[in-house]
């Protein structure tokens, strides 16, 4: 198998109400089986989800689901957490890179909406069948550095499901499921880079994945809550354990003496 990445150059600087679909159609030749890497940035800046830096804790605490994990350091508190599209990240995705100064970028409302809109709009102007996959940078539980993984996605299969086939020695794959849409993410992240300008990526070749634009979206990544064993961070477990027990001592009454 082979495949191939390009970046789409001569995008210009996206404002809110661009037509994305529309810019993207003029900067580049899609054809069917095409899968575009969009850069979440450009979409959130299409859409108006811009505010002013001032407010960036507040929105923080505004985006935020759940706690996932804190830790103070100088100069403030790094938060973990869940944010209203699911994902579990650090500030809930808000960010200040790639924006104009004294700005920063909240992530899409629904970024599989989304993604959704700009396939059946790229569709509808080319006549190509092409799937779209948003992208966002996130760290990692345990590794150090990040990578671009896929927060939306529209008309391309997230998973490619091996369960039930076999390896090459013939034994059953019970659990094999990759993610191919954050491996795609992260691999259109090679050619689009942090400070190029180059937001979206064309990737050619993996047409088996391009499917109808009602396939499940990235929010179908997320791990639910019953199956997450590591929902919370370990500080907040040793909290949580600590209240909980206090509480049912409490609960109990004064220990008995003994005599």
Not at 65 to 82: L, W
Not at 127 to 156: F, K, N, Y
Request: glycine content about 12%.
């Amino acid at each position: 198998m082979r495949y191939s990445i390009e970046g789409v150059e001569g995008l210009p600087e996206i404002a809110k109400g661009a037509d994305l679909a529309a810019l993207i159609v003029d900067a580049t030749e899609l054809e069917d089986g095409d899968i575009l890497v969009i850069t979440s940035k450009v979409v959130s800046k299409a859409e108006g989800r811009v505010i002013a830096a001032a407010d960036r804790e507040q929105a923080i605490t505004d985006e935020t689901v759940r706690v996932v994990a804190s830790r103070a350091y100088e100069g403030g508190v790094t938060r973990i957490v869940e944010n209203r599209q699911g994902i579990i990240g650090a500030a809930a995705g808000v960010d200040a890179s790639n924006t104009p100064e004294g700005t920063v970028l909240l992530l899409p409302v629904d970024p599989d909406a989304s993604a959704r809109a700009l396939a059946t709009g790229i569709r509808a102007l080319t006549g190509a069948h092409v799937g779209v996959i948003l992208s966002d940078t996130l760290g990692r539980p345990w590794r150090e550095g990040q990578t671009d993984l896929a927060i939306g996605a529209a008309g391309v299969h997230v998973f490619e499901d091996l369960r039930g086939s076999t390896d090459a020695a013939g034994k059953p794959l019970a659990v094999t499921m990759p993610c191919v849409a954050d491996e795609i993410a992260g691999a259109a992240e090679l050619v689009k880079g942090k400070s190029s300008g180059v937001p979206v990526a064309v990737v050619r070749g993996l047409g088996h994945l391009v499917g109808d634009l009602d396939l499940p979206g990235a929010r179908s990544i997320q791990r639910p809550a019953e199956r997450d064993l590591f929902r919370i961070g370990a500080d907040e477990a040793y909290n949580e354990g600590y209240r909980n027990g206090f509480d049912e001592s409490q609960a109990e009454g004064p220990l008995a003496s003994v005599e």
